[in-house]
């Protein structure tokens, strides 16, 4: 089989790419190594409805488990904040069937879907499925943050990853809220989430470390607010060093670039924002010839100051301690603050507060 674009992973990201590039005409196969779309995931499912509308995903009403209005922020001590415009800022998303929802479209634009194929490997235009291999023109890596394509490549420079563990569970909840929960003891260097998801809730941390003890943790502090029995946990990683993103004939999009907000690793709206801009990239090289360096130009124009910023501004919160945190929460109580941040905030590009910050300036030094 000879195809235009061979693309590694059927996840959102790799079937919003390849939906893209079928249709503007291209022979496109996805390799997915499950034998189901959706399946395993680990993921809060928050999605800002800007993002979603810009990306031409207006989503239908049963893709969406809940609209969230605001957050409620819990310091180490127990203090409690809410931060709120008073409107609709993102919604929670059925993750599976949202997967399942961007397959269907890429199959109906045309591109072929084969899944229980797992790629071994990736080497001069080709990619190794098993005991046979298929060859394309442009191999693109939307495999996840273990990305085979990047290491068979030489795209990845550096592996840094944070861990994440998250269940399901029926639980009371603050309805249109997400709360989100900081402090060392309940997930170093990050922080835990208590989310809304229709007729369930998800919890979940993230941390450098065994997210699975902290995430029995933040259970334990919530155990008044759960009924019935906790399931087991699903795990997963999320790459936070970015390789480059380009190579001769092979692309990264997604987790396997490291297209995650520095601040939430919120990774669907980056990574579906670059499948766009890879699929115009792709099909230029495919009719013109030349290299594929546009797509890296073209999500440093989008993306460069929304990676500078956010990864500094994460690199300082990571070191702080639970008097530091408490501090910054204690200060959101604060009306002005509160104002300023409902004001400048964006749910989807994150510099656009940090740059007005009173300390920008030095933060800035760092860019």
């Given amino acids: 089989m000879g195809f235009d674009a061979l693309v590694v992973g059927g996840g959102p990201v790799g079937c919003f790419f390849a939906g893209d590039l079928a249709r503007r005409g291209w022979k496109v196969a996805i390799f997915e190594e499950h034998r189901k779309i959706g399946y395993p995931w680990c993921c809060a499912g928050v999605v800002g409805i800007g993002g979603m509308n810009e990306l031409g995903l207006p ?46 479209m890429a199959v109906r634009a045309g591109a072929e879907l084969y899944l229980g194929q797992r790629c071994r490997g990736v080497e001069g235009g080709r990619v190794r499925l098993g005991n046979r291999s298929v060859e394309g023109r442009v191999i693109v890596g939307a495999d996840g943050p273990n990305s085979v394509v990047a290491r068979d490549s030489g795209l990845e420079t550096k592996r840094r990853f944070m861990r994440f563990a998250q269940v399901e569970v029926k639980a009371e909840t603050t309805p249109q809220f997400a709360e989100l929960y900081f402090g060392r003891e309940v997930a170093p260097g990050f922080f835990g989430w208590l989310v809304p998801a229709g007729e369930r809730a998800r919890v979940g941390v993230g941390t450098v470390q065994n997210p699975l003890p902290f995430l029995r943790g933040l259970l334990k502090k919530l155990e008044k607010r759960i009924r019935g029995k906790i399931p087991r946990p699903s795990v997963d990683v999320i790459k936070t060093a970015r390789p480059r993103p380009v190579g001769e004939g092979v692309i990264l999009i997604g987790d396997a670039a490291g297209q995650v907000k520095p601040l939430t690793k919120g990774g669907l709206y980056i990574g579906l924002s670059c499948a766009k801009l ?90």
Avoid: C, N
């Fill in 59 to 104: 989503l239908k009403k049963s893709l969406i488990l809940e609209e969230l209005r605001g957050a409620i922020l819990h310091s180490p001590s127990g203090r409690r904040v809410e931060i709120t415009r008073g409107r609709p800022e993102a919604w929670v998303i059925d993750r599976p069937a949202f997967d399942r929802f961007l397959a269907d």
């Fill in 278 to 367: 890879a699929a115009e990239a792709v099909s230029d090289y495919l009719s013109k010839g030349g290299t594929l360096e546009s797509y890296g130009r073209a999500v440093g124009r989008k993306f460069g100051s929304e990676f500078r910023w956010g990864e500094l501004a994460f690199s300082i919160y990571s070191q702080f301690g639970d008097k530091e945190i408490e501090f910054l929460i204690k200060m959101l109580e604060r009306g002005k603050i509160q104002k300023f941040i409902t004001r400048e905030a964006d749910f989807d590009y994150h510099s656009r507060l940090l740059r007005r910050l009173p300390f920008a300036p030095l933060l800035s030094l760092g860019e």
